[in-house]
């Protein structure tokens, strides 16, 4: 079975998948013994792990070196990675890069916006796609921010429509991520792939987020939508305030 199948035969079965993301060995390790569903190397990446205000200046050689990274950590779980931004902008492009990452470990590529002749171009040489839909991060600075998508009629039907271009066009599953919930709800019963929420609300087949956002790690950026499940920047803080004093009073 292909990831695409399997993922409509869980969805059909109404199992709710959970994805996180990684970028390096640790994590993913770490992700993959506690049974994670998926692990998407994503260009979040600049955001959490580079420093970067936000996704666009991601380079594809830069995801392919955490991709490898955390490759080597995953045994079971798939591994997705982001076209990161420029990347995709046609079907050939699009071709290239995915090769790039598929041979860099990804189990599948993702990338963003309505471009289903770029899906089915790659879906047609056996490259499984993730789609993402709503807000796109790699539009955040022609939009001005991270807004909710879906709140008028006419954008809620081009999300319907675009959501069912790319699930024609092959892809094994769809990101919705910042959509009003209702609207989130009718896409997800539109569609035989699953759709994974990220800001969207409950009613998704399944749902991701950054990692860093869950443990607490990033306490100066949180998003509204996020429920940290630790607060590990302050252990973390702790643990190296006890070595500054343990080594300051280490005697000569
Ligand atoms: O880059 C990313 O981390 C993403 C998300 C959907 C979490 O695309």
Redesign the pocket.
């Known amino acids: 079975m292909n990831l695409k199948e399997k993922f409509i035969s869980a969805k059909k079965q109404g199992y709710r998948q959970s994805w996180l993301?990684a970028y390096d060995y640790p994590s993913a390790r770490l992700l993959d013994e506690s049974g994670i569903d998926l692990i998407?190397v994503?260009?979040?990446l600049g955001m959490v792990v580079l420093g970067q205000k936000d996704?666009i200046e991601v380079t594809l050689p830069e995801i392919i070196h955490h991709l490898k990274a955390v490759r080597r950590g995953v045994t079971r779980a798939p591994v997705a990675a982001?076209l990161s931004f420029g990347t995709y902008a046609t079907p050939e492009q699009a071709l290239v890069s995915s090769i790039q990452l598929i041979e860099a470990g990804a189990d599948a590529v993702?990338l963003e916006g309505a471009l289903p002749n770029q899906v089915s171009l790659l879906t047609s040489k056996g490259i499984e796609v993730i789609g993402?839909l709503g807000m796109l991060?790699q539009q955040v600075r022609e939009e001005g921010g991270y807004h909710r998508k879906g709140k008028t009629e006419s954008e809620a039907e081009s999300l319907i429509q675009s959501a069912l271009e790319l699930q024609s066009a092959g892809c094994c599953a769809l990101?919705l991520?910042l959509v009003e919930e209702s609207l989130s709800k009718d896409i997800r019963s539109k569609l035989d792939i699953p759709t994974i929420g990220?800001g969207s609300g409950e009613c998704c087949d399944g749902q991701?987020?950054?990692t860093s956002d869950l443990l607490g790690l990033q306490p100066w950026f949180r998003p509204s939508f996020v429920k940290p499940k630790a607060d590990l920047a302050t252990p973390f803080r702790n643990a190296v305030k006890e070595f500054i004093s343990e080594v300051q009073a280490l005697s000569l």
């Open positions: 993301t998407l994503g260009d979040s996704t982001d993702k993402h991060p990101v991520e990220i991701i987020l950054v």
